[in-house]
């Protein structure tokens, strides 16, 4: 094959097959954003509670890093137990246990923050991050 038709068809197929790449991220639902979840993405799972979709779909959420120091690597522990959960801005004390009790088909969307934007928006004690919810309510 002649080498200037050979680099003309690379040229013109290399686009193609990046944005096919990129387009199908895995895990990055319909919206392309790994930290949230909307109606599309969650439409088949309508008999579940919202802690087994993102479970299933985004499981990364409850596995934040960990957030102690050198001296003291139990400070801040991340585990489901401290991640904090906001149900239309409303922090629920329940934390993790009140995405048990919430049936996804009163979800609009969801948002991961990790404990960086988390305390930025919300304050200290956000080192596990938070899991916003918004309900059709």
């Known amino acids: 094959?002649?080498?200037?038709?050979?680099?003309?068809?690379?040229?013109?197929v290399l686009p193609m097959g990046a944005g096919a790449c990129a387009a199908g991220g895995a895990g990055a639902g319909t919206s392309g954003d790994r930290e949230l979840l909307t109606l599309e993405d969650f439409a088949q799972?309508?008999?579940?509670?919202?802690?087994?979709?993102?479970?299933?779909?985004?499981?990364?959420?409850?596995?934040?890093?960990?957030?102690?120091?050198?001296?003291?690597?139990?400070?801040?522990?991340?585990?489901?137990?401290?991640?904090?959960?906001?149900?239309?801005?409303?922090l629920r004390t329940r934390g993790?246990?009140?995405?048990?009790?919430?049936s996804i088909n009163e979800v609009r969307?969801?948002?991961?923050l990790d404990s960086r934007d988390a305390t930025m928006q919300y304050g200290t004690d956000h080192g596990a991050g938070a899991i916003l919810v918004t309900t059709g309510r």
Do not use: C
């Open 45 to 90: 799972y309508e008999a579940m509670d919202v802690y087994s979709v993102i479970r299933r779909l985004r499981g990364h959420w409850f596995h934040a890093r960990s957030t102690g120091t050198m001296l003291d690597p139990d400070l801040g522990a991340n585990n489901e137990s401290q991640i904090k959960v906001y149900v239309d801005g409303a």
């Open 109 to 112: 969307e969801m948002r991961h």
């Open 96 to 102: 993790i246990e009140a995405l048990k009790e919430l």
């Open 1 to 12: 094959m002649n080498r200037r038709v050979f680099l003309a068809l690379a040229i013109a």
